[in-house]
């Protein structure tokens, strides 16, 4: 397993006005106000969870950390959200 990538959605909800995640990341479950928080949020709890919730402690003895590190983008569209992919 080389550097695993994991996709994150930012998807806006016109009736609670906020952006919520949509993500193979599992334990993932972000709502926020702003696409700046949401950005913020994802990149402070997706690291953590993939490594949590992604990996075996038998991947984490023979594996090198830079075979783990996931690969999470995030991508702002011009109009109406946001994508990581």
């Keep these: 397993m080389k550097n695993?990538?994991?996709?994150?959605?930012?998807?806006?909800?016109?009736?609670?006005y906020v952006?919520?995640?949509e993500s193979d990341i599992v334990g993932l479950h972000l709502e926020t106000v702003?696409?700046?928080?949401?950005?913020?949020?994802?990149m402070a709890f997706?690291?953590?969870l993939v490594m949590q919730n992604h990996f075996t402690?038998?991947?984490?003895?023979?594996?090198?950390?830079?075979?783990?590190i996931p690969s999470i983008?995030?991508?702002q569209?011009?109009?109406g959200g946001a994508v990581a992919a």
């Design 4 to 16: 695993p990538s994991f996709f994150v959605k930012a998807i806006w909800d016109e009736e609670a």
């Design 19 to 21: 952006f919520y995640s």
């Design 34 to 42: 702003t696409i700046e928080e949401f950005e913020v949020e994802m």
């Design 46 to 48: 997706a690291p953590q």
């Design 57 to 68: 402690e038998n991947d984490l003895k023979q594996r090198s950390i830079l075979d783990l």
């Design 73 to 75: 983008f995030f991508r």
């Design 77 to 79: 569209q011009s109009v």
